[in-house]
C-alpha cells in the first residue's frame, strides 16, 4: 500500500484563486513507483483528463488528493472557501455508492441534506423538483421511487452521476464516469462538466473515451512522471 504523505487544507483568502497544488507527489504500490515527483497546479476554471496505462495509478491519485490514500512522499495542498472537505469536493468513484435499500428519489436527498440541502444552481425551485429534475437528466425520469435493488448496475451509475447536477462543490474528481453510459448520455455529462469549469469550478477526471463536447481541457499524463532511474554503481 501506500506511504503516508500529507494533505494541506487552507482557506483562501479573499483575493485569492481557488485551486489545488500537488507538490513532489510519489507513491509506491506493492514494491512499484507508479509516479514520482508530479508537480501540478488546478485553478477555478480547470477541466483535467488524467490519463495513462492501466495500473499507472489514476485512480490511486484521486484517491490520495481526496485523502483516503495517503502517498509515499509529496503534498496535496488545497486552497478553499471552507476548510471543510464535504463542502469543497465531489467525488464520484468507480463504485456508485448508492444504497440499495433506498429508492433513486431517497438516495439523491440523502446527499443533498449530506451537503446542507441548498443549490445555487436551482435556488427557485422546491427540493424535490430539483432532485427529480437532476434524476431526469441521467435518463431516470419516472424511476423516482423505485428501489435501487431492483434498477441495474448501469441504472445505479445514473443515480450516481445525478449528483453532478445539484452539487455546489467546486471540486469534482470523476474515476470513469461515462462507464456504462450512451453516447447522447456521454455528451449531457461533457456539457455539464463544462458548465461547472464556466462557472469557476475545477475538475479531474479519469476516462479511456476522447472528450468530444469539451473544446478545452488539459492532460495531466502520468507517464510523465516515471520514477528515477536506478543508479548503478
Known amino acids: 500500500m501506500c506511504l503516508p504523505g500529507s494533505v494541506t487544507l487552507a482557506a483562501a483568502e479573499n483575493n485569492q484563486q481557488q485551486g489545488l497544488s500537488l507538490v513532489n507527489l510519489t507513491c509506491e504500490r506493492d514494491e512499484r513507483v507508479l509516479f514520482a515527483s508530479l508537480n501540478a497546479d488546478f485553478f477555478a476554471g480547470d477541466i483535467v483528463q488524467v490519463t495513462g496505462a492501466n495500473g499507472r495509478g489514476k485512480t490511486t491519485l484521486l484517491k490520495i488528493i481526496i485523502g483516503t490514500l495517503p502517498a509515499t512522499r509529496g503534498e496535496v495542498s488545497w486552497r478553499l472557501n471552507s476548510a471543510s472537505l464535504r463542502e469543497n469536493l465531489l467525488y464520484l468513484g468507480h463504485h456508485p455508492a448508492v444504497n440499495l435499500s433506498l429508492t433513486a428519489l431517497e438516495n439523491l436527498s440523502w446527499y443533498f441534506g449530506l451537503n446542507g440541502r441548498k443549490s445555487l444552481i436551482h435556488d427557485n425551485l422546491p427540493d424535490r423538483d430539483i432532485l427529480t ?16 435493488s431492483q434498477m441495474s448496475a448501469g441504472q445505479h451509475r445514473r443515480v450516481a452521476l445525478a449528483r453532478l447536477y445539484i452539487s455546489e462543490a467546486p471540486l469534482w474528481l470523476l474515476d470513469e464516469p461515462f462507464t456504462a453510459i450512451d453516447r447522447a448520455g456521454v455528451a449531457e455529462l461533457e456539457g455539464v462538466v463544462a458548465q461547472h469549469a464556466a462557472r469557476g469550478g475545477i475538475v479531474l477526471l479519469t476516462t479511456h473515451q476522447p472528450l468530444q463536447a469539451i473544446s478545452h481541457f488539459r492532460v495531466l499524463d ?12
Not at 222 to 233: G, I, N, R, T, Y
Request: charged content about 15%; proline content about 11%.
Open 133 to 148: 429534475s437532476a434524476l431526469a437528466s441521467v435518463g431516470l425520469g419516472g424511476y423516482e421511487d423505485v428501489l435501487c
Open 222 to 233: 502520468l507517464a510523465d512522471f516515471p520514477p528515477a532511474p536506478v543508479e548503478v554503481a
